[in-house]
């Protein structure tokens, strides 16, 4: 079975990092391209992040372009998100989701929450 | 960055009615290779999101056949023939003939 297991939400303050987890299993994590998408309370979906199966290409959103790292070891089966100098508008939901957003097989985590808070 | 605009915000439909959604593009989003990448994604309460079309008019697996999508350049239809009450939540556009990818700020659809 297909699973995908965010992890490392957690309540954090502002200026503060934080390092987001995403643990495949199923499937041959090392063969899929893998996105960082996530979800402000009531609002509305945000793409973030793109990686490419090797790590070699890796695209951000310009609002999180120079603050959040993108991230994988296939050896380990896990993609990651590492996001520093966190802002009040980064509290949201985050989703790992493996495939590309716009063709093929597409598989979605269930999200893990991240809080910006003093 | 290109932006998406959806119409309309919320969206009350009677069941077994039919609901179109417009997504309008800031730019074509006819890519190099000939293809629209113009996806629509949906997302039921309390649920991940989950892609519905690709490439303006292909249904992804399992998608049921009273959802089509149609357009072409910058302006894109989602349509559902009859809604049934399984298709309550908000819908999404969303262009990957660019990079940064954008969404659309979606579409609620509810039952009258």
């Known amino acids: 079975e297909v699973q995908l297991v965010e992890s490392g939400g957690d309540l954090v303050q502002p200026g503060g990092s934080l390092r987001l987890s995403c643990a495949a299993s199923?499937?041959?994590?090392?063969?899929?391209?893998m996105n960082w998408v996530r979800q402000a309370p009531g609002k509305g979906l945000e793409w973030l992040s793109y990686?490419?199966?090797?790590?070699?290409?890796?695209y951000y959103a310009d609002s999180v372009k120079g603050r959040f790292t993108i991230s994988r070891d296939n050896d380990k089966n896990s993609l990651c998100l590492q996001m520093n100098s966190l802002r009040a508008e980064d509290t949201a939901m985050y989703y790992c989701?493996?495939?590309?957003?716009?063709?093929?097989?597409?598989?979605w985590g269930r999200g893990t929450l991240v809080t910006v808070s003093s | 960055d290109v932006v998406m605009t959806q119409s309309p915000l919320s969206l009350p439909v009677t069941l077994g009615q039919a609901a179109s959604i417009s997504c309008r593009s800031s730019?074509?989003?006819?890519?190099?290779?000939?293809?629209?990448?113009l996806n629509w994604f949906q997302q039921r309460p309390g649920q991940s999101p989950r892609r519905l079309i690709y490439?303006?008019?292909n249904r992804d697996s399992g998608v049921p056949e009273r959802f089509s999508g149609s357009g072409s350049g910058t302006d894109f239809t989602l349509k559902i023939t009859r809604v049934e009450a399984e298709d309550v939540g908000v819908y999404y556009c969303?262009?990957?003939?660019?990079?940064?990818?954008?969404f659309g700020g979606g579409t609620k659809v509810e039952i009258k």
């Open positions: 989701a493996r495939g590309d957003l716009w063709f093929g097989e597409l598989f």
């Open positions: 199923g499937f041959t994590f090392s063969s899929y391209n």
């Open positions: 490439k303006v008019s």
């Open positions: 730019q074509s989003l006819v890519y190099s290779d000939g293809n629209t990448y």
């Open positions: 969303m262009q990957a003939t660019h990079w940064p990818l954008t």
């Open positions: 990686i490419t199966s090797s790590g070699s290409t890796r």
